[in-house]
């Protein structure tokens, strides 16, 4: 099996696109009051979009994104992604993190630099790990 590394870079084209589908949502009627009783709080779906359209910067979470180590292989005629982070002492421990349903890999995210630079939490860095963590196909 080999691995190729590659960093997160969603094309300028798809986030048009995804602005203008957001700007056209065609909105639901709703009965008044009803909240959640009847599926989505249009109100609380209308403040998402907004914030999906004017608040958030998805360039901003894709540099934050690929400050970790994206891998690709192939098992089984199956592609996989994954993360791989050498840890930063002198014998890392390997520790493969997994996750659940439904969640992915940004589960980890906060965790993956104490496991792999201990040192710079105020650990020993002995106790650094190489840390994996795929993404479970499907998830």
Same mark, same amino acid.
Request: aromatic share 12%.
């Given at each position: ?14 986030? %048009? ?7 056209? =949502?065609? @909105?639901?009627? /709703? #009965?008044?009051?009803?909240? @959640?009783?009847?599926? =989505?709080?249009? &109100? ?7 914030? @999906?359209?004017?608040?958030?910067? @998805?360039?901003?979470? /894709?540099? /934050? ?6 891998? *690709? ?6 592609? !996989?992604?994954?993360?791989? /982070?050498?840890?930063?002492?002198? $014998?890392?421990?390997? !520790?493969?993190? =997994?996750?659940?349903? +439904? $969640?992915?890999?940004? #589960?980890?995210? *906060?965790? %993956?630099?104490?496991?792999?630079? +201990? ?8 106790? &650094?790990?190489?840390?994996?963590? +795929?993404? %479970?196909?499907?998830?």
């Amino acid at each position: 099996m080999s691995a190729e590394k590659f960093q997160i870079k969603i094309a300028d084209e798809a986030l %048009i696109d995804l602005n203008n589908r957001l700007q056209k =949502t065609r @909105w639901p009627d /709703e #009965r008044p009051g009803s909240g @959640w009783d009847f599926g =989505t709080d249009l &109100s609380q779906l209308k403040e998402l979009v907004n914030y @999906w359209q004017n608040d958030y910067d @998805w360039r901003k979470q /894709e540099a /934050e994104l690929n400050r970790l180590s994206h891998f *690709k292989a192939e098992i089984s005629d199956m592609a !996989i992604h994954f993360v791989h /982070e050498h840890g930063k002492g002198p $014998d890392p421990f390997p !520790i493969i993190l =997994t996750h659940g349903y +439904p $969640d992915s890999f940004l #589960r980890f995210q *906060k965790i %993956i630099p104490l496991l792999t630079d +201990p040192v710079a939490y105020g650990a020993d860095r002995s106790d &650094s790990f190489d840390v994996v963590v +795929p993404s %479970i196909p499907g998830y």
